[in-house]
T-cell receptor
């Protein structure tokens, strides 16, 4: 079983739509959680950290449910520029600062 | 913000040759850097943790004699793919943590732009 699992998509949504991505992780000792964005053939870039209390950054809202080992990302009012692959990322207690990446969920926002 | 630079961005080589990829932290020092590999439509997989002044720590299944890592200074780590074969063709990405800015917390890992290796 992979440590971090995501629905690969693709999610095709019209501009202005709201879209949600989900992710589950297998290691209950995981301590830090992130969403990264990766554009085609580029390096991943941090979108936001994810906290148990939930956090929001503009149109993006992330939630963490430790009991269910579940992470979500909600994007409101989608823009064309949001088209990318969204990576769910987890860091374990004993992994130092190395990250475990999900395969990513592909999003395409269309006009 | 902190920047991590990788070189080369693209490399094409013949089977059997060795290729060196450099990872530099441009405005911070990093005692630890990480090397990842990403195959098409796959997740980034950690290959090894590069430790300044000591041996790298390799993940299970990664051959240390094939993927040589050197972290001779606080701003430079190199990954050498020795005797490259077509199955080594992949996107190699390094990352580093700005330990000063992160303080005692986890902080953000900064990624290099990646190096795309194609072995013919």
């Amino acid at each position: 079983r992979k440590e971090v699992e995501q629905d690969p998509g693709p999610f095709n949504v019209p501009e202005g739509a709201t879209v949600a991505f989900n992710c589950t992780y297998s290691n209950s000792a995981s301590q830090s959680f992130f969403w990264y964005r990766q554009d085609c053939r580029k390096e991943p870039k941090l979108l936001m950290s994810v906290y148990s209390s939930g956090n929001e950054d503009g149109r993006f809202t992330a939630q963490l449910n430790r009991a269910s080992q579940y992470i979500s990302l909600l994007i409101r009012d989608s823009k064309l520029s949001d088209s990318a692959t969204y990576l769910c990322v987890v860091r374990g207690r004993n992994s130092g600062y190395a990250l475990n990446f999900g395969k990513g969920t592909s999003l395409l926002v269309t006009p | 913000g902190a920047v991590v630079s990788q070189h080369p961005s693209w490399v094409i080589c013949k089977s059997g040759t060795s290729v060196k990829i450099e990872c530099r932290s441009l405005d911070f020092q990093a005692t630890t850097m990480f090397w990842y590999r990403q195959f098409p439509k796959q997740s980034l997989m950690l290959m090894a943790t590069s430790n300044e002044g000591s041996k790298a720590t390799y993940e299970q299944g990664v051959e240390k004699d094939k993927f040589l890592i050197n972290h001779a200074s606080l701003t430079l780590s190199t990954l050498t793919v020795t005797s490259a074969h077509p199955e080594d063709s992949s996107f190699y990405i390094c990352s580093a943590r700005d330990e000063v800015r992160a303080g005692g917390g986890h902080g953000e890992l900064f990624f290099g732009e990646g190096s795309r290796l194609t072995v013919l």
